[in-house]
């Protein structure tokens, strides 16, 4: 395990917090968004703030972080490919354990831990934010897409059409049909 840069933005010292189960602490601040922080068609861009309300409590086992985090996401619509812009707002809640509190299975169990009385948010934050993304986000609602025979976008142009294809099988009927056409009898 690396140990944790007590500079880093989404780590926070929580020795001023005490040991005392019942002690709290009040945390605000705007931080720089991770890499990674979404999916392909929807993310906050790296870089990006954003801002996270925390309140840091003691308890026997650890810390426990309760937060909220606010950034702006950047994407693509899944059906048209137009750039989208959304606020993000999550709020997540971790246990971290201190080191004479863990148990061998917690190795097994994914239990976040203190590290020299520093917390790591990175992972928490990343997974709310993918877990409150939508699975295909949308421009609206009621966007129409694309043309499946062009690529046109259909919410510029909602009366696009194309002649229906001709089934091959029919091909010889349409020549003849059109061979017979008005006749100015």
């Known amino acids: 395990m690396k140990s944790l840069d007590p500079r880093a933005p989404l780590v926070l010292d929580t020795r ?3 040991r005392r ?3 709290q602490r ?18 906050v861009p790296e870089g990006a703030p954003v801002d996270l ?15 909220e985090a606010r ?3 950047e994407g693509e619509c899944a059906r048209c490919l137009e750039p989208i812009s959304d606020e993000i707002e999550v709020t997540f809640q971790e246990l971290y354990v201190y080191e004479q509190h863990q148990t061998p299975h917690d190795e097994d169990d994914e239990v976040s831990r203190l590290e020299d009385d520093l917390v790591d948010l990175e992972p ?4 709310a934010v993918v877990l409150a993304l939508p699975f295909q986000p949308l421009c609206r609602d009621d966007c129409p897409g694309l043309c499946t025979e ?3 976008r259909l919410a510029d142009d909602p009366d696009h059409s194309h002649e229906e ?5 029919w091909a010889g009927l349409a020549a003849l049909q059109q061979d017979e056409a008005p006749r100015g009898d």
């Open 16 to 18: 001023e917090l005490g």
């Open 21 to 23: 189960p019942g002690s």
């Open 26 to 43: 009040q945390v605000s601040r705007q931080v720089p968004a991770p890499a990674d922080l979404g999916i392909e068609v929807l993310h």
């Open 53 to 67: 309300d925390l309140r840091l409590e003691s308890v026997m086992e650890g810390v426990l972080v309760t937060g």
């Open 71 to 73: 950034a702006t996401l």
């Open 124 to 127: 928490q934050l990343r997974d």
């Open 150 to 152: 062009c690529g046109a």
């Open 165 to 169: 294809p001709i089934d091959p099988r």
